[in-house]
């Protein structure tokens, strides 16, 4: 009933960028959107978050770096990830939230890997 596709990750150097994806499936509204990325071994970390009406809000560890935004007639959002770090290394999550079902969705993720 829900699917949420992630594209653009790979491997980049630091300093580098990449364009991160999400295409959101669904018959219902999809009201806040976000980006979360997790290392192996730890928990699922917040990255950014973008509402219907384009509001956004950053982790202190992207803020001027990762721009987010999205395309409401499409149901996508994107991450532009800029002066890429090592410690930026990780598997990107999309989420979706349904405010009319109280609920969030997921995507399987893409992994994004930062060289020195």
């Known amino acids: 009933q829900v699917e949420l596709v992630e594209s653009g990750g790979g491997l980049v150097q630091a300093g580098g960028s990449l364009r991160l994806s999400c295409a959101v499936s669904?018959?219902?509204?999809?009201?806040?959107m976000g980006w979360y990325r997790q290392h192996p071994g730890k928990q699922r970390e917040w990255v950014a978050t973008?509402?219907?009406?384009?509001?956004?809000n950053y982790a202190d560890s992207v803020k001027g770096r990762f721009p987010i935004s999205r395309d409401n007639a499409k149901n996508t959002v994107t991450l532009e990830m800029n002066s890429l770090k090592p410690e930026d290394t990780a598997v990107y999550y999309c989420?979706?939230?349904?405010?009319?079902?109280?609920?969030?969705?997921w995507g399987s993720g893409t992994l994004v890997t930062v060289s020195s």
């Open positions: 989420k979706a939230n349904s405010r009319l079902k109280g609920m969030d969705y």
């Open positions: 669904v018959i219902f509204r999809i009201n806040t």
């Open positions: 973008i509402t219907s009406g384009g509001s956004t």
